[in-house]
């Protein structure tokens, strides 16, 4: 059974740092692509960051580049997001969600932990 | 930067038929995914490039997609089925979402 538990949420500060981490199981994770989505509080879903299975390559969305680094440790079936910068619109659960074989939609999603962003 | 757009909530009756679109331009050349969300819970893909059905999910979700418009279609709707739906294409590097429908089951 495939599973993506994420961990690593919690209260920031405007401007602070947090770490994401996604465990993977239930599949051979160095095989797939990953991607992290976000939903703030009653908004709907938003594209995050992906990473190629190898990690070699890496994309984001215009509203975290520069702030977010996504990144993957196949060795330890983990995903990760570093999230520098913190606003209060990061405000959201993220979700760690994998890619089906083509890349292009996303088959599998964790729970989901709660980033708030607040002083 | 390409853009879907849902209609904010669709009602339906118990047991009849509920159609949800999701517009962008020339949608039909793309490959559009639909995710159920209800309340508390991660997104559950139902629909995947346009028409497929993921095992478990029930032969009453289908979906179309032609023109500039995507269909998620629901027969026989349940209660169960309400819920949260949204669309998605992939479009240049980028993931994009629809804005989401609340469906209402009367």
């Known amino acids: 059974e495939v599973q993506l538990v994420e961990s690593g949420g919690g209260l920031v500060q405007p401007g602070g740092s947090l770490r994401l981490s996604c465990a993977a199981s239930g599949f051979t994770f160095s095989s797939y692509e990953m991607n992290w989505v976000r939903q703030a509080p009653g908004k709907g879903l938003e594209w995050v960051s992906y990473?190629?299975?190898?990690?070699?390559?890496?994309y984001y969305a215009d509203s975290v580049k520069g702030r977010f680094t996504i990144s993957r440790d196949n060795a330890k079936n983990s995903l990760y997001l570093q999230m520098n910068s913190l606003r209060a619109e990061d405000t959201a659960v993220y979700y760690c969600?994998?890619?089906?074989?083509?890349?292009?939609?996303?088959?599998?999603w964790g729970q989901g932990t709660l980033v708030t962003v607040s002083s | 930067s390409y853009e879907l757009t849902q209609p904010l909530s669709v009602s339906v009756a118990l047991g009849q038929t509920a159609r949800i679109t999701c517009g962008g331009n020339n949608i039909g050349s793309k490959n559009v995914h639909w995710y159920q969300q209800k309340p508390g819970q991660a997104p559950v893909l139902v629909i995947y490039r346009d028409s497929n059905r993921p095992s478990g999910i029930p032969e009453r979700f289908s979906g179309s997609n032609s023109g500039n418009t995507a269909t998620l279609t629901i027969s026989r709707a349940q209660a169960g089925d309400e819920a949260d739906y949204y669309c998605?294409?992939?479009?240049?590097?980028?993931?994009?979402f629809g804005g989401g429908t609340k469906l209402t089951v009367l």
């Open positions: 969600a994998r890619a089906d074989y083509s890349g292009t939609y996303f088959d599998y």
């Open positions: 998605q294409v992939w479009d240049s590097s980028t993931w994009v």
């Open positions: 990473i190629s299975s190898s990690g070699s390559t890496i």
